[in-house]
């Protein structure tokens, strides 16, 4: 089983040699939730603001499936 993981605006520099974007298979067990997904990524809970599995909105106690294409983002500010 994996999922599709796209980090951007930064958190890319939580997983060495990813940019911006890019599209990373990450082999998951059953039963993995987006939480437990944060921490094999080694990426702090409280730097992703937006969690998107199939481009749909999620909290991280969602448990995801093989094939799930998930986003993170953290907050950003703009003006």
Known sequence: MKVEVRVFS???????GTT??????????????GRELLTKL???EDKVHTFL?????KDF?????????VSLFPAVAGG
């Open 10 to 16: 930064g958190l890319e520099s939580y997983i060495p």
């Open 20 to 33: 911006f974007g890019q599209i990373i298979p990450v082999p998951i067990t059953e039963g993995l939730t």
């Open 42 to 44: 080694n990426i702090p």
């Open 53 to 57: 599995v199939n481009g749909i909105h």
């Open 61 to 69: 106690a969602v448990i995801l499936n093989d094939g799930d294409r």
